[in-house]
């Protein structure tokens, strides 16, 4: 089956602690992102990657780090998380950007205390 | 810069009245206009277009693409209460832009 697959669904963790949410797609596709969603403010874009090892800041990238090691994966690095990255936090892939829709995670549902 | 604008941002109506909502967009190397329903999970796809006034159908759902205004519409015809959802707008250009959405809300 055709999925995007995030870990974990929920997350409580402590200030400063340092964590990483993981997402893998096993659709071979090349463009994967990470999105934040928070009360009025919609989805908004942390980072994104084309391709394998080239990723580039989205609007809200402060705080956070990915990487792109192989195409299937894309995990979103918290080095030291705060109270204010407290939100639902959304990985989704596409062929590419362009004529394709994007395939979206269950998402992953952080509280930083 | 690039942006997605929808509205309204909240609707509240009754079961069977017909709904329409709005996106326009200011996003460079346009490619696609996408819409997705997210009901308290993820967002699931709905429709995609590319091409100027031609509408796309799924029972009563319906949008369509003005490349010329750079907007599209979403209309809902008859509406349940299991459309109440959260509807967002997405347009793909060199990255994809998100609306803030559009929350429905069908009370019976």
């Known amino acids: 089956e055709a999925q995007v697959t995030q870990n974990p669904r929920y997350l409580i963790t402590v200030t400063g602690k340092k964590l990483t949410v993981t997402c893998s797609q096993n659709?071979?596709?090349?463009?994967m992102s990470w999105y934040r969603q928070d009360p009025g403010l919609g989805l908004r874009q942390i980072y994104y990657?084309?391709?394998?090892?080239?990723?580039d800041k989205g609007d809200v990238p402060e705080g956070y780090k990915v990487s792109r090691k192989e195409k299937r994966n894309f995990p979103l690095i918290l080095e030291s998380p705060s109270p204010n990255q407290t939100s639902l936090y959304f990985c989704?892939?596409?062929?590419?950007?362009?004529?394709?829709?994007?395939?979206f995670g269950q998402g992953t549902r952080l509280t930083v205390v | 810069e690039d942006k997605v604008v929808q509205s309204p941002l909240s609707l509240v109506v009754h079961e069977g009245d017909t709904v329409t909502l709005n996106c326009s967009y200011e996003?460079?190397?346009?490619?696609?206009l996408l819409w997705y329903k997210q009901e308290k999970k993820a967002p699931t796809f709905l429709f995609m277009l590319?091409?100027?006034?031609i509408e796309k159908k799924s029972g009563r759902l319906s949008s369509i693409l003005d490349k010329k205004e750079l907007s599209s519409i979403l209309n809902i015809t008859a509406t349940q209460t299991g459309d109440s959802a959260i509807y967002l707008c997405?347009?793909?250009?060199?990255?994809?832009?998100f609306g803030t959405g559009t929350s429905l809300t069908v009370i019976p």
């Open positions: 990657s084309m391709n394998v090892e080239v990723t």
């Open positions: 590319t091409s100027s006034g």
């Open positions: 997405a347009v793909a250009g060199n990255q994809f832009y």
């Open positions: 989704a892939s596409s062929k590419r950007t362009g004529n394709t829709e994007a395939f």
């Open positions: 659709m071979n596709h090349e463009y």
């Open positions: 996003v460079t190397n346009f490619r696609s």
